[in-house]
């Protein structure tokens, strides 16, 4: 292996910690907000943090990280727990939360996407597969644990800022662009659009309920 690549798992692995911490927390905040006691935070902080590349990793055929690799479950409990004695600070914050949501949405949706081109090379619906299933897999759990409709369906630009986001990395790395400018681009993308979506209350149609 050479040290190129060394380098480059090492900084794709790096972001995928991230990733979990970032939807640990979001999964904490929801715990709190439904009153679980500390052993029900830590679960869904864990739950929503590896959730999702979890099941990446079984559709792909690869036995998941989050089993082989206790640092997984180490940073949702971390995160968990400081959630849980920081939140009499932070529960004024609740844009905290979205925002932790969105960062955790672009990591985790091209983390998903460059662990399908390591696989399989530019295979677009691998792609993008991994990449929405990574990103969204983890909020779906944590919103039906705590009897929400999770918030990819009936939220603006959440799932769609995925999309863009993989699609923008797919194309990067189609006309020749390196992997670490596809991720982080991919990822800025995916992020910001998540955020001018909250800010400017983008909504995608809907269908109009006559029987309202």
Do not use: C
């Not at 990280?65 to 727990?81: A, C, M, Q, R």
């Not at 799932?159 to 986001?165: C, E, R």
């Amino acid at each position: 292996m050479t040290d190129l690549s060394v380098t480059s798992e090492f900084f794709i692995y790096v972001l995928d910690l991230f990733g979990t911490m970032a939807f640990a927390v979001t999964g904490a905040f929801k715990a709190i907000e439904k009153k679980f006691d500390i052993v029900g935070i830590l679960l869904l902080a864990t739950i929503t943090g590896v959730a999702g590349g979890t099941i990446r990793d079984v559709v792909m055929g690869k036995f998941p990280n989050s089993i082989t690799d206790p640092t997984y479950v180490v940073i949702t409990v971390i995160s968990g727990i400081t959630i849980f004695f920081l939140y009499s600070h932070l529960k004024k914050h609740w844009n905290l939360f979205l925002k932790f949501d969105a960062i955790g949405l672009g990591v985790f949706a091209i983390i998903g996407a460059t662990f399908a081109f390591n696989l399989f090379g530019l295979n677009f619906l691998a792609i993008l597969l991994a990449g929405m299933l990574t990103a969204v897999g983890g909020g779906i759990l944590r919103d039906i644990f705590v009897n929400q409709v999770p918030i990819v369906f009936v939220k603006e630009f959440y799932a769609s800022a995925s999309f863009i986001g993989i699609i923008t990395f797919y194309l990067i790395l189609h006309f020749g662009g390196e992997i670490y400018f596809a991720t982080i681009i991919g990822i800025v993308i995916t992020t910001l659009l998540r955020l001018i979506a909250m800010k400017y209350n983008w909504n995608l149609p809907k269908t109009k309920n006559n029987f309202d």
